[in-house]
C-alpha cells in the first residue's frame, strides 16, 4: 500500500528564510503533485512533477523529484507571510489513486 | 474558481440520518474522486471513478458510497453518521490521461457536520 510521508509537519519560519519541505513516497511512481491549502478552503495545484529529476519554480517555491530515492523536496526561498498554509504532496501510484502526504502546516512569521 | 462544483456547502445533520453530497466535475473531466479531511485523519482518499465506472476504491466505509452519472456528475452517500463522520468532503475531477500529467483540481468542499 502506497504511504506518503512529509516531514517537518509543522513550520514556523521567519520572512527573508529559506527552508525545505520534504515528501518521501513508499512505492515507485513518476507522478507527483504539490497544492496549497488555506484554512477551510479548497486545495490548489502548485506543480506536477513527471519524471525523475524535474524541476519546476514559481514565485518563491521549487518543487523537484528524485523517483530513485522517492524523494520531493518543496524548497521555499525568502519567505514571505502570503506563503503561510499547509502544503501537500500526493502521489499517483498508478492506480489513479491519488494518495496525499500528511501536510505540512507552513506559518512565515514577520 | 476550479470548475469543480460541490453542494450543499454546509450541512449540519443529526447522527443516525443519510445525506447525499453532489459534484459537478469540470467541463471535460471524466475522473471524479472523493476526499474526507478531518483534523485528525488528514486527506484520505475514499473513492474514484472514471465515465461512470469505479475505478478506484481507497478508505471507504460501507456506510457510504458514491456514483457517477451518465451526465458525469457523482455523488457521495453518507449514511447511519456518526459524530465521527464530521469532516470536509471534497469531490475532484480530471481528465484522467496520464501522459498529460493528470493533474486533479479541486472543489469547495462540503463541510458535514454531524451532531
Known amino acids: 500500500e502506497l504511504k506518503v510521508e512529509q516531514n517537518p509537519l509543522f513550520l514556523s519560519m521567519q520572512e527573508g528564510k529559506n527552508y525545505t519541505i520534504y515528501c518521501n513516497y513508499s512505492?515507485?511512481?513518476?507522478?507527483l503533485y504539490w497544492y496549497r491549502q488555506d484554512p477551510g478552503k479548497s486545495l490548489e495545484s502548485l506543480f506536477v512533477l513527471l519524471s525523475n529529476g524535474a524541476v519546476k519554480q514559481e514565485g518563491r517555491l521549487m518543487a523537484s523529484l528524485d523517483t530513485k530515492a522517492r524523494l520531493s523536496t518543496l524548497h521555499i526561498t525568502a519567505a514571505v507571510h502570503d506563503l503561510s498554509a499547509t502544503y501537500f504532496c500526493?502521489?499517483?501510484?498508478?492506480?489513479?489513486?491519488?494518495?496525499f502526504g500528511t501536510g505540512t502546516r507552513l506559518k512565515v512569521l514577520a | 474558481d476550479s470548475g469543480v462544483t460541490q453542494t450543499p456547502k454546509h450541512l449540519i445533520t443529526a447522527t443516525g440520518q443519510r445525506v447525499t453530497l453532489r459534484c459537478s466535475p469540470r467541463?471535460?473531466?471524466?475522473?471524479v474522486y472523493w476526499y474526507q479531511q478531518s483534523l485528525d485523519q488528514g486527506l484520505q482518499f475514499l473513492i474514484q471513478?472514471?465515465?461512470?465506472?469505479?475505478?478506484a476504491k481507497g478508505n471507504i466505509l460501507e456506510r457510504f458510497s458514491a456514483q457517477q452519472f451518465p451526465d458525469l456528475h457523482s455523488e457521495l452517500n453518507l449514511s447511519s453518521l456518526e459524530l465521527g463522520d464530521s469532516a470536509l468532503y471534497f469531490c475532484a475531477s480530471s481528465v484522467a490521461v496520464r501522459d498529460r500529467g493528470n493533474t486533479i483540481y479541486f472543489g469547495e468542499g462540503s463541510w458535514l457536520t454531524v451532531v
Open positions: 467541463s471535460g473531466d471524466l475522473s
Open positions: 500526493a502521489v499517483d501510484g498508478g492506480t489513479y489513486k491519488y494518495i
Open positions: 471513478y472514471y465515465n461512470g465506472e469505479e475505478r
Open positions: 512505492t515507485t511512481s513518476d507522478r
